[in-house]
């Protein structure tokens, strides 16, 4: 908290430099409110603070809006704009399905959940778990039982930690299924075993899906994978559509379209089946999103969830389209 005090207190001494008084005025309003009602806060709540504070030039009407959001802030944004960045929040509000996917192997597991287009891992877990000895004798079968407590003991550390980051899905009637992979055996035995909720393991999508890696590259492997279950999931369609898109792009087919002004002209054209737009508020590009959805284009807002996301964006300014037939 001292620190975004600080930064604030720092902005408000540039805003000093801004030349035209209602517009120095209104910045210096806004962030001497933010700073008032920040120190009143005597701790940060569990999944962290939003704080909009600003004045309506229209109405000359002075709103501060500070609430903890219903699910936890991943990041910290500050932007002194004309408008209220809203857009990480968004997601939080929508009634989108929500997936649970869990890693787990002998001595690692990652939980995390699939909703939209953005993969979140929640928890990350590691354990000790000894490979086979080969001593013989009673010795051999008793480091056998002890290596298998082990192990036992893990996999119900993995499912009380499901338990726990998923069940709240479950409560709210989110959570339209559990995708479990792994490396190895492990996966069998953990949705085998009596580890986790029977709300949960009910929700277990088959098959078991193979993944070699843990952490937020081996649950977008997962996903991927899992491809026939999640058919018609927007992460499937964005990562598929993406994949389409180079493809023309390397046959030099005319079916992809980029370039702002000409998305636009293809829109109105009606040429348009589907557009990829980086979600970073730039009202180019919202503007862009909302006049290509009156054209009937499925238009999907990705953000750094999406691997190629920056590759969108960098490369082609943020939106690309793939269209229904060539035009000139």
């Keep these: 908290m001292s620190d975004v005090v600080n930064l604030l207190r720092q902005e408000a001494s540039i805003a000093q430099n801004i030349k035209l008084k209602r517009t120095r005025d209104a910045v210096t309003a806004a962030i001497s409110g933010a700073i008032d009602r920040l120190i009143q806060v005597p701790k940060i709540p569990d999944k962290g603070l939003v704080l909009f504070c600003g004045e309506n030039f229209e109405t000359n009407d002075f709103k501060c809006y500070m609430f903890s959001p219903p699910e936890k802030v991943t990041l910290f944004f500050y932007r002194t704009d004309k408008y209220f960045h809203t857009e990480f929040l968004e997601d939080m509000v929508e009634e989108s399905d929500v997936y649970g996917l869990i890693i787990v192997e002998r001595d690692q597991a990652t939980v995390g959940i699939l909703r939209g287009s ?14 086979k000895h080969m001593m013989g004798g009673q010795s051999q079968r008793r480091i056998d039982r002890i290596i298998e407590e082990m192990y036992e003991n893990f996999l119900k550390e993995v499912g009380e ?15 339209k299924g559990v995708l479990v992979g792994g490396p ?3 996966k069998k035995d953990f949705v085998d075993g009596d580890y986790m909720d029977y709300r949960l393991k009910k929700l277990v999508l088959t ?17 991927l994978k ?8 927007k992460y499937i369609e964005v990562s598929k559509l993406i994949e389409e898109i180079k493809f023309h792009l390397a046959k030099d087919d005319g079916l992809v379209v980029y370039g702002l002004e000409e998305i636009k002209r293809a829109i109105e054209m009606g040429a348009v089946d589907s557009l990829i737009v980086y979600d ?12 290509a959805e009156k054209f009937g284009t499925k238009v999907f807002l990705v953000g ?3 691997p190629e996301a920056e590759w969108v964006k960098k490369t082609f300014g943020g939106a690309i389209g793939k269209l229904r037939f060539k035009i000139s």
């Design 118 to 131: 953005r993969i979140e891992v929640l928890e990350e877990l590691e354990g000790f778990v000894p490979g």
């Design 207 to 223: 098959p078991l899906i193979d993944v070699a890696y843990q952490g937020e590259a081996g649950l977008r492997e997962m996903v």
């Design 184 to 186: 190895g055996y492990a």
């Design 304 to 306: 750094d969830e999406v």
């Design 161 to 175: 930690a499901a338990n726990t980051l998923l069940l709240p899905y479950v409560e709210t009637g989110k959570l």
């Design 226 to 233: 899992a491809e026939d279950v999640l058919k018609n999931h």
């Design 280 to 291: 970073d508020g730039d009202p180019k590009l919202e503007s862009l999103a909302q006049e």
